[in-house]
């Protein structure tokens, strides 16, 4: 950059000095051209040259002024290229702030549009969820219903399940047979003819009819009156109570119609082996064709009182078998002794027993009331038991008290029970 020219210098580069229109300056004094020509004129050369010496000190003056000018204009073009600077880098700034201004605009109006948009579907999520949860509190309500209404068949379903168990175990109780048959000897005079009319030779066959009694359980303080007619048992049944007169004292009876438990008659089909025999507890010791080697070769022993041996089976899990021998007999000398040795490597002793088969036919169950028989509740112990009876026994035999021929009586005290049989012809009384 130019340094710039003091305001003396400026008018000697753009006039002539010998111009007398033109005005110089000379620090601070201001001589026109017309002056100087007629200074010169006029021969004052001194004034001239004095003014010119004040005008080099006032020039120095003014140079000084301009160095000092010069400096300061200097440090302002410093101060101004500093500024300009600052202003540059401030546009700079203001560039990058409006540039990041706009971007986070962009971002900003994206931002908003995201924003509309969860919130659109924030909207539309939360009316969906709350249809979802209107129709899984009907869904709910609906189950509830349903469970309500499947509780309540369920409880019925229990209530009649339980009512089938109980009368399933009453009908068990009914139909159930538990007794003791006692031990006969039965004698067969013939053997069993089959369909085909040919008698069986290998087997002993018989048919048992097991027929069970109708009984009622007798408590104390009953009596079980059976009467020769059917219309006597009627006319008792009909009336309330039976006042008794027992020696000085009088009771009232209470007549009831009897009702029996359920009865069963059967058939059981028995047949019984001449052949065959079965054993047990013959330990495997050996491996199990030698072990059914050993015991064919056992039972085939005469001497130890088996036979020829047809047919043997053996099961080494649990030691049993059986054994089928060629001729009858042999097997029931076995069965009859239940004890045989055999040989398996060492004796053992194995029980043996017939083989026997049964079946059962025929299977019926009945139950009813007897005609002629009145079950009499109340009595008190007023005496002993035989005098009570016979006090009963009368009391009904008199056709004034609506009774008639008695033909059987039994009467239980308090503290004891009987059980009564019963049979087309009477009672019968068991302990």
């Not at 900003?108 to 899984?136: G, T």
């Not at 159930?176 to 006692?182: S, V």
């Not at 007798?218 to 006042?243: D, H, P």
């Amino acid at each position: 950059m130019s340094r710039p020219c003091s305001c003396f210098e400026a008018v000697l580069l753009q006039r002539p000095l010998y111009n007398k229109e033109e005005v110089y300056t000379f620090g601070f004094a201001h001589v026109t051209s017309d002056q100087y020509e007629a200074s010169s004129g006029s021969g004052s050369w001194e004034t001239l040259s004095t003014s010119l010496e004040m005008s080099d000190n006032a020039e120095d003056r003014v140079n000084g002024e301009l160095r000092s000018l010069d400096d300061e204009m200097i440090a302002a073009e410093a101060e101004l290229q500093k500024c300009k600077d600052l202003v540059e880098s401030a546009d700079n700034e203001r560039s990058r702030l409006l540039l990041e201004k706009a971007v986070a605009d962009d971002e900003k109006r994206k931002a908003e549009a995201e924003l509309q948009a969860f919130m659109h579907s924030e909207e539309k999520l939360a009316d969906k969820f709350k249809r979802d949860c209107q129709e899984v509190q009907e869904e709910m309500k609906s189950l509830d219903r349903v469970n309500q209404d499947l509780k309540r068949e369920l409880d019925d379903l229990r209530k009649k399940f339980q009512l089938k168990r109980d009368e399933s175990d009453s009908l068990q109780r009914k139909f159930k047979i538990q007794a003791r048959i006692p031990v006969k000897t039965v004698k067969f005079a013939h053997g069993l003819e089959t369909e085909e009319g040919d008698e069986r030779e290998d087997v002993v066959a018989s048919v048992f009819t097991v027929t069970q009694r109708p009984s009622f359980r007798l408590k104390g303080g009953q009596a079980l009156i059976t009467f020769e007619e059917e219309k006597v048992a009627e006319q008792i049944l009909r009336l309330a109570k039976c006042s008794v007169t027992c020696d000085k004292a009088k009771m009232d009876v209470k007549p009831y119609s009897l009702i029996l438990d359920p009865s069963v008659k059967f058939e059981v089909h028995i047949k019984v082996s001449k052949k065959t025999i079965k054993f047990r507890n013959a330990p495997p010791t050996l491996p199990e064709e030698r072990m059914r080697d050993r015991l064919e070769l056992s039972f085939s022993r005469a001497s130890r009182g088996g036979g020829e041996v047809e047919k043997l089976e053996y099961n080494m899990s649990d030691g049993t078998g059986r054994v089928t021998f060629v001729h009858t007999g042999v097997a029931e000398n076995l069965a009859l002794r239940g004890k045989f040795c055999v040989d398996a490597g060492s004796d053992v002793v194995v029980d043996v027993f017939p083989l026997y088969d049964y079946q059962l036919k025929k299977f019926q169950t009945y139950s009813g009331a007897p005609n002629r028989t009145v079950l009499l509740g109340g009595i008190q112990g007023l005496m002993d038991e035989e005098d009570l009876q016979d006090h009963l026994e009368i009391h009904f035999q008199k056709p004034s008290n609506y009774g008639g021929e008695v033909e059987n009586i039994k009467y239980v005290p308090d503290g004891k029970e009987l059980t009564a049989f019963f049979c087309e012809d009477g009672i019968e009384k068991a302990g």
